[in-house]
């Protein structure tokens, strides 16, 4: 169930990703550390999280 809810979230940020929005893309885009630090943590703990299920 955790791993279903985590895998729904990682799919979320790809899925913001891979709609090519301004929005999305300027996220992803920056270049920013904030930006780059944010997703990097997001997706690296729930990467972790999940793998260690």
Not at 28 to 53: C, Q, R, W
């Amino acid at each position: 169930m955790i791993e279903q809810i985590f895998n729904g979230i990682l799919g979320f940020f790809n899925s913001l990703i891979d709609t090519g929005s301004t929005a999305a893309q300027g996220f992803v885009s920056t270049g920013s550390t904030a930006a780059k630090g944010v997703y990097g943590t997001v997706t690296g703990s729930l990467g972790d999280i999940v793998g260690s299920l």
